[in-house]
């Protein structure tokens, strides 16, 4: 590190390096959602909205089986050299998903781009809390997933791109694809290891090893289930409702993407900026301030997901998005950060990415089933109460779990 940068300094300069790439990274995904009606147009071996909702489960699915793998690898390789490495291949595959011409191709790009990405998150995250320890750690999560929802809320308008005719689908992806191969070769060269954090000592080699560290251990399990829970209305949500609001009200593409997308995700990122600095505060109080924060979040789900299922106006509709992306981001902040309370430094990017297999797996086959459900006429509102009991059940697993005191966060 330069000594002419404060490890306070260059610490916040990591996440702002970090934040064009989560950006890009949902960017290249929420596309897929608003651009549908293009693309399927486009691509007639598309048969119905089943084999739509495989094109979106096999990029989970990959994403999910490879993200334990992809966070050992940064665990053991160094975090910051898979960063700029995933960022590089999934780009490549986003520029390689403009030119795809059948069902079967544009299945093997999802996918590609799924095992590309699965080595992203664990390890960006695992990066970002090895800088900043404590007291700052959910606002540093909190500020990098703000460059999440900056990037869904651009893929939200990417419905307008795919009609007009200057550009089109396959230009959205060719240029966001080039974009990104462009960024990661400066970032390969920004990006260096932290000091290792003296209030978090690891030890010279894991003892209990890796895989029995983790699934032997009672919070981390229960850290899953809660992570998981939440993210199968979360990925529908994302996924589905564009072309819900578009069936229901009679939208169009473009106006139908950016309803479904510009105002949950705003209010998200202000859920998670507002959710960090409020999990960091009440850690200096309680050990457990990072949990009631996640907690309240997970709340505002219950009326959020029953408004959005019954909702009889588009104004009812996007005030429900608006409570869920609240909670959301109350949630999204804070999951890296709890997890850094129950295990060590050294295993936390693999368990960031065994979460991800969970989660995204069951993600991967909601988007499938809600395809399915609405193929077979299941109102909206008998999908979405489902959701919401799910979420109540969240809340109860959340509170059970007892992390550790965090040392860094109560020095004042």
């Not at 260059?10 to 009606?37: C, I």
């Not at 890796?210 to 979360?234: H, K, Q």
């Amino acid at each position: 590190m330069n000594s002419s940068v404060s490890p306070g300094k260059f610490a916040w300069f990591v996440v702002a390096l970090l934040v064009p790439v989560a950006l890009l990274n949902y960017l290249d995904r929420q596309m897929l959602a608003t651009m549908k009606a293009s693309m399927v147009a486009d691509i007639p071996t598309i048969a119905d909205r089943a084999d739509w909702g495989l094109v979106l489960g096999f990029f989970k699915w990959t994403y999910a089986i490879l993200s334990p793998f992809g966070g050992f690898v940064a665990d053991r390789i160094g975090r910051h050299r898979v960063i700029a490495a995933s960022l590089l291949v999934w780009s490549a595959v986003t520029w390689w998903t403009g030119h795809t011409t059948t069902f079967n191709e544009l299945v093997v790009t999802r996918a590609l781009m799924g095992i590309s990405e699965a080595f992203y998150m664990p390890a960006a995250l695992a990066f970002i809390a090895d800088y900043h320890p404590g007291l700052t750690r959910s606002r540093a999560i909190g500020v990098h997933q703000t460059g999440i929802y900056v990037g869904q809320i651009l893929g939200g308008f990417a419905g307008y791109v795919a009609d007009s005719p200057e550009h089109g689908w396959r230009w959205a992806f060719t240029t966001c694809g080039l974009i990104g191969v462009i960024y990661a070769m400066p970032l390969m060269a920004l990006l260096r290891p932290p000091q290792r954090i003296a209030a978090e000592p690891t030890t010279g080699r894991l003892e209990s090893g890796v895989w029995r560290g983790l699934l032997t251990n009672r919070n981390f399990i229960l850290l899953v289930l809660y992570f998981t829970l939440p993210a199968i209305a979360g990925w529908v949500v994302r996924d589905w409702m564009p072309d819900i609001l578009r069936e229901r009200f009679g939208l169009g593409q473009g106006a139908a993407g950016v309803k479904a997308i510009l105002y949950v995700q705003v209010a998200s990122l202000i859920g998670a900026v507002v959710g960090g600095a409020w999990a960091d505060r009440w850690m200096r109080r309680h050990p457990r301030g990072r949990i009631f924060v996640s907690a309240i979040g997970m709340t505002l789900f219950l009326p959020a997901l029953f408004s959005v299922g019954n909702a009889g106006t588009v104004g009812m509709a996007v005030a429900g998005l608006v409570v869920f992306g609240i909670g959301w981001g109350f949630f999204d902040c804070n999951n890296m950060p709890i997890l850094c309370q129950i295990t060590r430094p050294e295993l936390r990017a693999t368990g960031y990415g065994i979460m991800n297999l969970v989660s995204i797996s069951c993600g991967g086959f909601g988007d499938w089933a809600f395809g399915a459900l609405r193929d077979r006429h299941v109102p909206l509102n008998a999908i979405f109460g489902v959701f919401a009991g799910i979420a109540l059940l969240s809340v109860l697993v959340v509170l059970v779990i007892r992390p550790q005191a965090d040392p860094a966060a109560t020095r004042r």
